[in-house]
């Protein structure tokens, strides 16, 4: 647990050292926030049709800050060749992903503070609001950890040139995942590969409140964070035994 620790700490340090990363932690959210927030607050649109829409987008920012935040400083240790001298100091694979992820969680938690404080201080939102927001919160979560683990399972397993999904997949799998539309209005194959995401019952939730989505949501979250995670392990080994820490 202290090695986690000492891991967590670094991750910070290393945000605060390269400016590019600490920019995009508040670039993103302020971004998002005026696009919708502003759209939300200034009564062209009714307040049934773009609250949804508000929520989405920042159920997005933070699954993808979250996602993010475990993958970018996991290609950034590889690239300096840093991963491999974490290793060789007896650090366990599991403790170096603990320390990934709760970083992760925390800058995800950092933008929904963010934006869930805006909500009703900057743009009028009120209670519907924020209960849309919250609720499909740890499906969202979990979600994206698991994605970053199944990323970082395909660079570990087939070498850092696909390090691309860190910041591609995310959004890819949320558009597919029929965001802004009912599942309904999608092409037929389509809405059977968006019942894969738990994002897609997430933003069913928020589009029609009822509560039976979240629980899909849910238990499709968890499977899916044990699938990855297991994939996660396997590319690791593999890595280790075929490559060499040196070489992923």
């Known amino acids: ?23 995009e ?63 060789r100091e007896g650090v366990s694979i599991s403790e170096y992903l603990m320390a990934k992820a709760l970083y992760g969680l925390s800058v995800g938690l950092l933008t929904l503070t963010i934006c869930a404080l805006s909500i009703p201080l900057a743009f009028g939102g009120g209670w519907l609001e924020l209960y849309l927001l919250f609720a499909p919160m740890p499906v969202v979560i979990l979600t994206a950890t698991a994605l970053a683990y199944l990323f970082t399972g395909v660079v570990f397993r087939y070498g850092r040139a696909f390090g691309f999904l860190s910041w591609t997949g995310l959004p890819f799998i949320i558009m ?23 994002f897609t019952f997430a933003f069913e939730f928020v ?19 044990g699938v990855c995670y297991l994939y996660l392990r396997f590319a690791f080994s593999y890595a280790c035994k075929n490559r060499g820490l040196d070489k992923i």
């Open 1 to 23: 647990m202290l090695r986690t620790w000492i891991l967590f700490k670094r991750n910070v340090g290393l945000t605060f050292q390269v400016k590019g990363r600490l920019s």
């Open 25 to 87: 932690l508040v670039v993103f959210p302020i971004s998002t926030l005026v696009i919708w927030g502003m759209l939300f607050s200034s009564g062209i649109i009714t307040r049934e049709l773009i609250g949804p829409l508000l929520v989405i987008n920042i159920l997005w920012a933070v699954g993808s800050h979250a996602q993010g935040q475990i993958n970018m400083p996991l290609l950034m240790d590889l690239w300096a060749r840093e991963f491999s001298e974490i290793m």
């Open 176 to 198: 597919l995942s029929s965001p802004y539309t009912p599942i309904s209005t999608l092409w037929y194959p389509l809405q059977l590969i968006s019942y894969l995401s738990p």
């Open 207 to 225: 589009r029609s409140q009822e509560l039976r989505w979240l629980l899909w949501g849910a238990i499709e979250a968890a499977l899916l964070f």
